[in-house]
């Protein structure tokens, strides 16, 4: 078993992460973490006593949570608490949008809802982006023999999009959509190659077989999943953990798209940083070579609406 780089940050990021794991932690651990979601501001100023007494455990219990979660100690939680809800109070998101949908409501509310709910994942999952890690990534893959992408269901979106964006800047990339050819081309990679997982829940058989025998071979493994303690995240070298806000008819598997292609466009941009000479020429080159296929534009001072008839 690999050894998992943290990538979820201690100061952002916090109560998504509690909202998509805290059901996956032992019970007592579970508590503390139903505890602080229940009122994140009131826990950001509490003590460790105080935090004990509420969810029913013992100060040494809520230390162990601190820790599990890669925390020094309970006071570098507290001070993660209190930091994202400040910056949710500064923000001033409609919060108080709910992710229901009823069957009747018109589509101006839903639209607010779903606008909420995508938008709250995004800034969590930005906010628990370790940017030191995604240039880990880039600056592998931008020196990498081959970089292979795998994803299945609304994850291969994701990976597929990712995949088109690399090989537009001459990044040696290949996709996969069938397992046995996605684990036939990971043991052919060798140290200094990347191979990056992607699944909502980590539990994806085929995914995470697929990272495992990458890693086998000595490849540089990613995982982009919402459960930073699932299995797909045990056999990567690197785990980006993206959150997401479920609302009516979008379960939780569709709503990570947005996070998963913020975590992708991140990784992609610092690529093309470090390779800013090969891509600026391969966009200039690959953007001439369609460009005989699309419509001229209109001219922009004829004059439109005129009466039948009329010159």
Known sequence: MKRMTDVSGESGGLLGRLRTEGQQLPEALARIAETILADPETAAHASIV???????????????????????????????????????????????????IAPGDPLTDVLDVVTA????????????????????????????????????????TAAREMAFRLERIRVPVWHRTDSHTALTNAALLLPGDVAIGLSHSGRTREVIETLAEAAD????????????????????????????????????????????????????????????????????VTVRAVDAHRLPEKNPTRKRGRAKGQP
Do not use: M
């Open 50 to 100: 105080d935090l004990a007494e509420r969810s029913g455990t013992s100060t040494a219990t809520v230390t162990r949570f601190s820790r599990t979660l890669g925390f020094k100690g309970y006071a570098n939680l507290r001070v993660a608490i209190a930091t994202e809800t400040g910056r949710a109070e500064q923000a001033r998101w409609e919060t108080d949008i709910s992710g229901d």
């Open 117 to 156: 709910a995508d938008t709250r994942a995004i800034q969590s999952t930005a906010a628990g982006l370790d940017v030191g890690a995604v240039e880990r990534v880039a600056q592998t893959i931008a020196g990498a023999q081959r970089v292979e992408i795998f994803g299945l269901g609304s994850s291969g």
């Open 217 to 284: 071979h000595g490849a540089l493994t990613v995982a982009v999943t919402s459960f930073g303690r699932s299995p797909l995240a045990e056999v990567a070298d690197i785990v980006f953990t993206t959150a997401v806000q479920e609302t009516t008819f979008r379960l939780a598997a569709l709503s990570a798209l947005h996070s998963q292609l913020l975590v992708l466009d991140l990784i992609y941009v610092a690529v093309a940083q470090r390779t800013y000479e090969r891509t600026a020429e391969a966009l200039e």
